[in-house]
């Protein structure tokens, strides 16, 4: 969403932020894990968005402007302080399993099982794979989110992913054992 | 997987692979099953990803608040018409911003269908059996789908050009069931999507070849169906196909 070369105002603000409204707020969601600490959230970020629009550059990525602040006032609150001890480096060599391609399991995977697998994973992965699945981000505009080059986006994506999908594999035989 | 390919895989299902990669790959993908094997599960991971991880509503009261706390005051008011006539100006920014909104808007919902349909395409020649119905001849594919899908439709007679029928299986759009045929030109597959035309998300979609990622996508309406026609094929290859079917049709 770029925003046009033009003065920008109150009214733009709300034209442009009410639509995304939603996402933000499912996505604040599954980052907090709970419903009034996303409300939190979602409010935070609206008002610092509103405050810091005048400064809002224009001709770049408003969606992922938003997500942005979002995603750091997530990360300075105390749920989100707990969950990301985890420096960057540290992300990138968290082990995951990489089983072989797992097709078959993916498609009867039920949705509930995918969407524990995703609470289970840490926020880096989570946050990844919501942000590329659900909202439908380029490479470059989740780079802007997570102030990450767009190279360790492919690197963390993919591990994300490889992540997920040992998950999945653990809950299926669980399934299958009965547990 | 000790495929070269292999590490460009999710770039190309993320369709972020430049268009002359995604067409290489997307060859490569026919002749080494373990690569389209692999694109298969990541096609599908994405697809249930995005299924469940559309999960939380915020709650009407809460919208509410924050329209209340980012609402310009104009609009609160109630008296916003004469400042409208006095700006112009502000009326037309808003307005270019809710055109450029719902154009965008319109656009997503365009990309959503048509990657729906390219991911469709993918899957289908990935998997061991991409059609269910297997023949060269409309005569048998037209009266298979009978039953299996609630409308019936014509299919073009390819002698003299270079297409070949390779055969139709049912598939899915947005819950509806439909038709998908595959056609083969040269060493090329091309999926063509029959549906009913529900005059809902499909309407505005263009009715000239599109390019997206490495396929072109062309769709149209006729006697109440909706056909889209998705290869990585040329643009020129697309539109001679989808005037057969518009003839046929």
Known sequence: ??????????????????????????????????????????????????????????????????????????LTSRTGLKSTVVSDEEIETIPSAAPN????LIERANREMVRQGLTELPVPFREILLLCEV????????????????????????????????????????????? | ??????????????????SSESTALAAHLRECTSCATYALGLVQMKRSIAAAGKRYQPGAEFRGK????????????????????????????????????????????RERVYSELTDLHVATLASGSPVDVV????????PWFQGKIPFSFNLPELQGTDFSLVGGRVTY?????????????????????????????????????????????????????????????GAQDIESLSKLLRDAG
């Open chain 1, 1 to 74: 969403m770029e925003v046009p070369d033009q003065r920008l105002s109150a009214a733009t603000f709300e034209e442009l932020a009410l639509p995304l409204f939603e996402q933000l707020y499912n996505f604040a969601h599954w980052l907090a894990q709970d419903a009034a600490e996303a409300e939190d959230l979602v409010q935070e970020t609206y008002v610092k968005a509103l405050r810091g629009f005048s400064g809002f550059q224009l001709g770049t990525n408003f969606r992922a402007w938003m997500f942005r602040i979002l995603r750091n006032t997530f």
């Open chain 1, 101 to 104: 391609p797992e097709t078959v």
């Open chain 1, 135 to 179: 909202e439908e981000m380029s490479y470059e505009e989740i780079a802007q989110v997570l102030t990450i080059p767009v190279g360790t986006v492919m690197s963390r994506l993919f591990r994300a992913r490889r992540a997920l999908r040992s998950l999945l594999v653990e809950k299926f035989k669980g399934v299958q054992n009965g547990v």
């Open chain 2, 1 to 18: 997987m000790a495929c070269e390919w292999s590490a460009k895989l999710d770039a190309y299902v993320d369709g972020e692979l430049s």
């Open chain 2, 66 to 109: 924050i329209q209340k706390t980012i609402g310009s005051k104009r609009r609160r008011d109630g008296s916003w018409y004469w400042k409208i006539v006095a700006i112009p100006a502000a009326l037309v920014l808003i307005l270019s911003v809710t055109v450029n909104l719902y154009v965008n808007r319109e656009k997503a919902r």
């Open chain 2, 135 to 142: 023949s060269t001849d409309r005569h048998t594919v037209k």
């Open chain 2, 173 to 233: 759009l947005a819950q509806s069931p439909g038709a998908h045929l595959i056609y083969r030109l040269r060493q090329h597959e091309i999926s063509v999507f029959i549906f009913q035309d529900r005059g809902d998300g499909t309407a505005a979609l263009a009715s000239t070849p599109i390019s997206r990622l490495s396929f072109t996508v062309e769709s149209w309406t006729k006697n109440g169906l909706r056909y889209f026609v998705v290869g990585d094929v």
